[in-house]
């Protein structure tokens, strides 16, 4: 068995897919027998700070990271060699191809480990074409023993960016035991007004990226054609930067009924996803959504963009519909068809939990990243 530190961005109580996913990996490995640290920066804590807690056997070390860059990796880099020193680390593996996986890889090379890094989306999608982390990225993913990444897109985009970098696709997955189809639960509908009206729901941190400006337009078009006008669920709250796009348009269109719910603890989640008639992902870019795969698995009738990995996973038209990113038309017409078509919304549900339940299982995850780990750790290279 390995002792494997997972260099990471985020992980729970943090917000975000980014958080879940490295959770769901470090649990999956313990589960398995492995020795799991996971080293996280907080913002929260004084710089140089640190705390540790067991979460299902894997331990968490959160740190303060000092204000200068510099000063932060480098430090993030001697707590790395420190750990490696007080217990001796077997593999390196960096969530995200941006600072975490320049750490990892860096300090695995200094110690003479493998190293493994993940692309995750926004980290190739948008990141690498920032001219200021540009370098960072390539070095990380020419220097990593494996690059495992969640879509084909990403992939082909690591493989663009450096070619000398051996590049592996391990898709995200859900657990199928937990989010499940269901009913509305009553006094969840009753708590936030939703009783008798249609939802559309969108789960997940709501942003330009997710297209957020795109879904509130169609949501015009979809309430001005819909014989009873739905309500416009959004589960996970706004990003800060992109509140104001919801302000505005709530001041130009007061009658339309936004239900809004703050972020929600992931094992939570199921019966929010149960509310909805259609659950809508239009994402401008993307990875592979987690809430994408639980929704799915929850039976929900979806409209996604055909972006990212959301391709990889609808490949039958018959488990969940695609529009092209950004389509404003397409996209209210397709969740309008949706809203007066439950025959058609019960079918796709059922598809879309039938592929996710048996492609996109958590333990194929993990046996996925546990290959690539074999092959780092038993040959020194892919």
């Known amino acids: 068995m390995m002792h494997i530190l997972i260099v990471g961005e985020r992980y729970p109580p943090d917000v975000g897919g980014l958080a879940v996913s490295t959770r769901r990996l470090a649990q999956g490995l313990a589960e398995r027998g492995h020795a799991v640290t996971v080293d996280v920066p907080n913002a929260s804590l004084p710089p140089g700070r640190t705390t540790t807690d067991d979460d299902k056997g894997v331990v968490v070390l959160r740190f303060g990271p000092h204000r200068r860059a510099d000063d932060a990796l480098s430090d993030w880099?001697?707590?790395?060699?420190?750990?490696?020193?007080?217990?001796?680390l077997d593999l390196l593996h960096g969530i995200y191809v941006t600072q975490p996986a320049f750490i990892a890889v860096t300090a695995a090379r200094y110690l003479g480990l493998p190293s493994v890094i993940s692309a995750r989306g926004n980290d190739l999608d948008r990141s690498a074409f920032?001219?200021?982390?540009?370098?960072?990225?390539?070095?990380?993913?020419?220097?990593?023993?494996?690059?495992?990444?969640?879509?084909?897109?990403?992939?082909?985009?690591?493989?663009?960016?450096?070619?000398?970098?051996?590049?592996?696709?391990?898709?995200?997955?859900?657990?199928?035991?937990l989010f499940t189809p269901g009913p509305r639960e009553a006094s969840l509908a009753h708590s936030l007004q939703l009783e008798d009206a249609p939802v559309v729901a969108f789960v997940g941190e709501a942003r330009r990226?997710?297209?957020l400006t795109v879904l509130l337009a169609a949501f015009v078009g979809v309430s001005s054609f819909c014989e009873s006008p739905p309500v416009l669920l959004l589960v996970g709250g706004v990003r800060e930067d992109d509140a104001a796009i919801l302000e505005v348009f709530r001041r130009q269109h007061p009658t339309l009924p936004i239900c809004t719910v703050p972020n929600v603890a992931h094992e939570q989640l199921p019966?929010?996803?149960r509310l909805a008639d259609?659950?809508?992902?239009?994402?401008?870019?993307?990875?592979?959504?987690?809430?994408?795969?639980?929704?799915?698995a929850c039976e929900r009738a979806i409209v996604a963009s055909d972006v990212g990995g959301i391709p990889d996973v609808v490949r039958d038209p018959d488990t969940a519909v695609l529009v092209p990113p950004g389509d404003v038309d397409a996209l209210s017409e397709e969740v309008?068809?949706?809203?007066?078509?439950?025959?058609?919304?019960?079918?796709?549900g059922r598809a879309a939990r039938a592929v996710v339940a048996a492609?996109?299982?958590?333990?194929?995850?993990?046996?996925?990243?546990?290959?690539?780990?074999?092959?780092?750790?038993?040959?020194?290279?892919?």
């Not at 200021?132 to 020419?142: K, M, P, V």
């Not at 082909?156 to 592996?168: T, Y």
């Open 130 to 177: 920032d001219p200021g982390r540009f370098s960072q990225i390539y070095w990380a993913l020419e220097h990593a023993d494996a690059v495992t990444a969640v879509s084909s897109d990403l992939v082909r985009k690591a493989q663009i960016f450096a070619p000398g970098c051996q590049a592996f696709l391990v898709p995200n997955g859900v657990d199928a035991t």
């Open 77 to 88: 880099f001697d707590r790395v060699v420190a750990l490696h020193a007080a217990r001796p």
């Open 271 to 273: 019966p929010y996803y």
């Open 209 to 211: 990226k997710k297209g």
């Open 336 to 348: 309008l068809g949706l809203l007066r078509d439950p025959v058609r919304r019960e079918r796709l």
């Open 359 to 382: 492609a996109f299982r958590p333990a194929l995850e993990i046996e996925r990243n546990l290959e690539v780990y074999r092959r780092v750790a038993e040959k020194g290279e892919v």
């Open 278 to 296: 259609v659950l809508v992902f239009p994402s401008l870019r993307d990875g592979m959504p987690n809430a994408l795969l639980e929704g799915m």
